[in-house]
């Protein structure tokens, strides 16, 4: 999703979600997310990793004041301290967090998966995210929304067909994780979303993809902005039907 797709469209709806912080917003689903939470209203506070022009930096002048950029690494527990030192008294609607990256093969398995990459992609996509959840869940409203990027591909009762193991480890560690993180706040009244897009031609989902942000993000975000108010986890897809944990 570009700056031009976005000037050019009529957004599907308002939203709840007024005051937004994404995490990992540089490029891709993150960025189209940005674009989407503009177009329906919201004022965005959104991340990348490092200076790197990116996407996001070429739509921010369309975006004016509506949108903030900020540089985290969510790697980084001083980084994360330090982003959440800067927000100060702020708070949010919504903290999502999209951060993630896919180093392995589509087809890799056992020993052809380099053992470095494994453990990238389990520090960035599963240990980064719930260190920036645990940094910045203040910054949410007591009845707001902290919402992950997961992916079907983290199930694994839908796991039929293989691939992408690694990834889905990655997905599958996340979500288990969440629950615990649901389990240990238990009777708090923020909604807790694991969140799965579809298939998306991105950088990361490659061109062979089915699905085009056009066709993830826009009912990935009604979905989230239908689920305020509902406190508690749930794992689903961009419609809002319940996957397989």
Known sequence: MSSESTKSRTPESSTPNTRVLVVGASRGLGEAIVEEYVARGARVVATVRDDRAAPLHEYAPSAGDALEIERVDITDPAQLAALRERLGSRTFDLLF????????PQDAIGAQ????DFAAMMDTNVLGVMRTVEALQEVVDPDGT???MSSGQGSIGNNTSGGFEVYRATKAALNQMMRSYAARHDGEQ???????????????????????????????VTTVDAQRGEPGLRYLDRHGATIPW
Do not use: F, H, K, Q
């Open 97 to 104: 967090v999209v951060a993630g990256i896919s180093l392995a």
């Open 146 to 148: 902290i919402a992950i």
């Open 113 to 116: 998966i380099d053992a470095a």
């Open 190 to 220: 923020r909604t807790l979303l694991l969140m799965a897009p579809g298939w998306v031609r991105t950088d990361m989902g490659g061109s062979g993809a089915p699905l085009g942000i056009e066709d993830s993000i826009p009912a990935l």
